[in-house]
């Protein structure tokens, strides 16, 4: 597909750059890689606490214990992921969490919204770079760019804040497309079961906003939208639990911004938890999500993969010990 160009953009040539069907590109994930996500195994807090309490082993344990806290006060959990989250098959864990109820709020970076279109749409997602871009193709699948404009046109044009921003743009439009794999996209079950989403881009980094039909106006009204809403989160989030999953800049700054908004106007946030979960060790996710904000804050570093399925194992088997029902 070739688009026509048109001289108002201020860069025409953009405007007739080539782009390919989704489902002729090679992906590095699919569907058949995903997690399973196995009922919780009653006694699993027993090996919880077997753990040493030195480390990662308390720092886990205090972790689940303020999770498990949270929900039983009836406060706030957020997790903000970065896109290698998904990338590496973890949709199912988090979208099974979501449906208990212990997920109360889920913010992404572009490139994670990028991600669970696509997964949502063909089945597989993540391109090979190396592959691609000597040959002017990375980045240019159609239908990606075309969805997530689309996307971001549907979260400005609503008259309702409940329903605007790109994350519930996003989760919407997946709904409505009756997307094929719909029930493996976080944003389109956190749309459906109707608690938060949020996308926060940074315009340039991701590959949609090369995409023809990128609309900067859009975009930015929609992720500025998300950013408010993640305001009002933070500011009742005394006593609830911000967990930030492999993001290294964004959604950390993205946080801290919020936390300082939360602040001035009047919030107090002592009693709040953070987490910073990653497979290495980050400055921004280690200063803005862990040490700067009030509360307590936890790091713990270990791959995904295996840190959220032992966590929500934990979490749901404590929940569970001590009569949590669910969403009141």
């Given at each position: 597909m070739t688009t026509t160009g048109d001289p108002r953009h201020p860069?025409?040539?953009?405007?007739?750059?080539?782009?390919?069907?989704?489902?002729?590109?090679?992906?590095?994930?699919?569907l058949g890689d995903f997690c399973e996500v196995p009922e919780p195994l009653p006694g699993f807090s027993a090996f919880v606490d077997a753990l040493p309490d030195i480390y990662a082993g308390k720092w886990f344990k205090e972790l689940v214990e303020r999770i498990v806290a949270?929900?039983?006060?009836?406060k706030q959990v957020a997790v903000a992921l970065g896109a290698h989250?998904?990338?590496?098959?973890?949709?199912?864990?988090?979208?099974?969490?979501?449906?208990?109820?212990?997920?109360?709020?889920?913010?992404?970076?572009?490139?994670?919204?990028?991600?669970?279109?696509?997964?949502?749409?063909?089945?597989?997602?993540?391109?090979?770079?190396?592959?691609?871009?000597?040959?002017?193709?990375?980045?240019?699948?159609?239908?990606?760019?075309?969805?997530l404009a689309a996307g971001a046109a549907l979260g400005t044009d609503?008259?309702?804040?409940?329903?605007?921003?790109?994350?519930?743009?996003?989760?919407?439009?997946?709904?409505?497309?009756?997307?094929?794999?719909?029930?493996?996209?976080?944003?389109?079950?956190?749309?459906?079961?109707?608690i938060g989403s949020s996308v926060h881009v940074c315009i340039g980094a991701d590959i949609v906003h090369m995409h023809p039909d990128a609309d900067g106006g859009a975009i930015g009204e929609a992720s500025l939208i998300d950013f408010q809403h993640v305001c009002k989160l933070v500011h009742g989030m005394d006593g609830g639990v911000w967990i930030n999953v492999g993001c290294a800049v964004v959604l950390p700054e993205v946080y801290l911004k919020a936390v300082s908004v939360a602040i001035n106007l009047g919030a107090t946030l002592d009693a709040m938890t953070t987490a910073n979960l990653d497979m290495i060790r980050q400055y921004r996710a280690e200063t803005n999500v862990?040490?700067?904000?009030?509360?307590?804050?936890?790091?713990?570093?270990?791959?995904?993969?295996?840190?959220?399925?032992?966590?929500?194992?934990?979490?749901?088997?404590?929940?569970?010990?001590?009569?949590?029902?669910?969403?009141?």
């Open positions: 860069f025409p040539a953009m405007r007739g750059v080539r782009t390919y069907p989704l489902e002729s590109r090679e992906s590095l994930v699919d949270a929900k039983l006060a009836n989250v998904l990338k590496v098959g973890l949709a199912p864990l988090l979208i099974d969490l979501m449906r208990r109820g212990v997920i109360d709020h889920v913010a992404m970076n572009g490139a994670g919204a990028i991600h669970d279109f696509e997964i949502a749409t063909a089945g597989r997602t993540s391109e090979d770079v190396g592959t691609q871009l000597p040959k002017g193709e990375f980045g240019f699948a159609d239908e990606t760019g075309a969805g609503t008259d309702k804040s409940e329903d605007a921003g790109l994350g519930r743009g996003m989760g919407q439009l997946i709904l409505d497309r009756q997307a094929p794999h719909a029930e493996l996209s976080v944003l389109a079950e956190a749309r459906r079961l109707g862990v040490n700067r904000p009030p509360g307590r804050g936890i790091s713990i570093i270990g791959q995904h993969e295996l840190l959220l399925p032992l966590l929500r194992m934990a979490v749901l088997d404590k929940l569970a010990a001590a009569g949590w029902k669910g969403p009141r």
